[in-house]
């Protein structure tokens, strides 16, 4: 979709609906993140590789998460791993952060927003199928064919629940 030749500046611009050119501070902030980007996933494979055996506490630990999901506890909800491959092939992560507002809401306020929201995963859904207008900022979420190609319900789906158990 995106030649090697564009600039993550010019793929953001394409991807977000920017108008006009980024500044120079704004390609250095995309730059720190593609950069954090990959220190994160670097951590994550270490992590994963740790929690394939864990230790009876973290079983424990583990299991209490899952236990306090499951009954519903309003102050507890289990974190989904990250589905990367779909992040990264719709590119959320040129206008989302898991935690600071960007060019568009973070991942944190959108299920801080919705996660206790009737048909909420429903709606975010379709908007992440088919697009649809801003509801913070000015940056509209373009059509998936526009991030990265046509996205099946099954795989909205994964990304809505991920999103919303952050």
Not at 112 to 127: F, I, S
Request: charged share 20%; glycine share 6%; proline share 8%.
């Amino acid at each position: 979709m995106f030649p090697a030749a564009q600039t993550i500046g010019e793929i953001t611009q394409k991807l977000c609906g920017r108008m006009g050119p980024l500044s120079p501070n704004e390609i250095r902030i995309l730059e720190k993140r593609r950069t954090q980007m990959h220190r994160a996933a670097s951590e994550i494979d270490r992590s994963l590789t740790r929690l394939k055996a864990p230790s009876a506490n973290g079983r424990l630990a583990l299991a209490a998460a899952a236990l306090a999901a499951a009954l519903g506890s309003p102050f507890v909800h289990a974190q989904l791993p990250e589905p990367t491959q779909l992040v990264d092939a719709q590119h959320c992560m040129f206008c989302h952060t898991t935690d600071a507002p960007f060019l568009a809401p973070s991942f944190h306020q959108i299920a801080e927003r919705y996660r206790n929201t009737p048909h909420a995963d429903a709606m975010l859904e379709k908007k992440l199928r088919l697009g649809g207008p801003a509801h913070w900022g000015d940056t509209p979420m373009p059509l998936a064919a526009d991030r990265g190609g046509p996205l099946s319900r099954e795989d909205a789906h994964v990304l809505v629940q991920w999103v919303l158990s952050q």
